[in-house]
């Protein structure tokens, strides 16, 4: 199972970026995906998660009303469309993957796959 994520680069303050995840080796039907975070000296932390059918999402408190987390099952990938970036967003993004078809949480530990992330960083 493979996570591949981009979309990353460097922005200014207040502009947008979408990121994107595609999985390969394993169908992410039905399986909740996330996006997680780690800022230099700082623990990874949760971003944003989708449950597997899609209906429900749920963010860490600090990126309520700018981001999106969001799937498309047919291309099996997931997206992360981030506006109104600001400096406290500049972290490595990492996007994850339940093996099981329920979910279980925004705990790093409920995933099983991670991709290699992809860096994001916001002037001021």
């Known amino acids: 199972v493979q996570l591949q994520a981009s979309g990353g680069g460097l922005v200014q303050a207040g502009d947008s970026l979408r990121l994107s995840c595609a999985v390969s080796?394993?169908?992410?039907?039905?399986?909740?995906v996330g996006w997680f975070r780690q800022a230099p000296g700082k623990e990874r932390e949760f971003v944003a998660v989708?449950?597997?059918?899609?209906?429900?999402?749920f963010y860490t408190d600090a990126v309520k009303g700018r981001f999106t987390i969001s799937r498309d099952n047919a291309k099996n990938t997931m997206y992360l469309q981030m506006n109104s970036l600001n400096p406290e967003d500049t972290a490595v993004y990492y996007c994850?993957?339940?093996?099981?078809?329920?979910?279980?949480?925004?705990?790093?530990?409920?995933?099983?796959?991670w991709g290699q992330g992809t860096q994001v960083t916001v002037s001021s």
């Open positions: 994850a993957l339940d093996w099981n078809q329920y979910f279980s949480g925004t705990a790093a530990r409920e995933f099983d796959y």
């Open positions: 080796g394993l169908t992410i039907n039905r399986r909740p």
């Open positions: 989708i449950t597997g059918s899609g209906r429900s999402t």
